[in-house]
């Protein structure tokens, strides 16, 4: 199953004053789409290339790390365009996902600077993620393109932290970047989406 780019779901203004249109563009256009073609490249050289991007992401982990980052990458970026929207973002959880925020992370306060505190703390380039494990929300970190895929979780929201999604905007303010981003694109929809088939 080759990766292909998905085109963005929404336009490159729609995010602003967010995250800008020159940021989706390189992002999108050329950071993305290099994890895609080198992905398909080093896939295929590794008889991969029939596999889901999941099992790509799985099988290379700890044994073919240029595949593994750019499969990984893919993954995190395919839901990473789905997890922003215009006007998202907010206190406003759907139910199901506002309970277990509650009940597993000590409510949407906690869970805010918490989730925020990660992406802040992780040094270098990688991801904030918010995940189903053993049936619990749990926050956690990742260097560069790594996943709670690859550590028996299923990640329902991810932010990345890597500069090229910031720098732009942001210049070296990680931080507030973070902060716009949970308070002001997190489409919630999604995420909840994503928390109910990982309940499955």
């Given amino acids: 199953m080759a990766f292909e780019l998905p085109a963005l779901p ?21 950071h993305h789409k290099a994890y895609v073609d080198n992905g398909n490249k080093l896939a295929a ?62 409510g949407y306060d906690k869970f805010k600077a918490d989730f925020i505190a990660a992406g802040t703390t992780q040094f270098g380039s990688g991801w904030a993620w918010l995940s189903v494990k053993d049936g619990k929300l749990a926050i956690s970190k990742t260097p560069n393109g790594e996943n709670p895929l690859v550590h028996g979780a299923s990640p329902i929201l991810g932010v990345d932290v890597w500069e090229h999604s910031y720098y732009i905007d942001y210049r070296n303010a990680r ?16 995420v909840l989406e994503l928390y109910e088939k990982a309940k499955g």
């Fill in 175 to 190: 931080p507030k970047y973070l902060e716009a981003f949970v308070d002001s694109l997190i489409n919630w929809d999604y």
């Fill in 10 to 30: 929404y336009d490159y203004e729609a995010l602003q004053p967010y995250m800008s249109k020159e940021t989706l563009e390189y992002h999108h256009d050329k």
């Fill in 45 to 106: 050289e590794a008889g991969m290339g029939d596999l889901s991007v999941e099992e790509v992401v799985k099988q290379s982990f700890g044994k073919n790390a240029g595949l593994f980052n750019n499969a990984a990458q893919h993954y995190n970026h395919l839901h990473f365009w789905k997890w922003m929207k215009k006007a998202g973002g907010g206190n406003k959880l759907p139910g199901a996902l506002q309970k277990a925020v509650d009940s597993d992370l000590g």
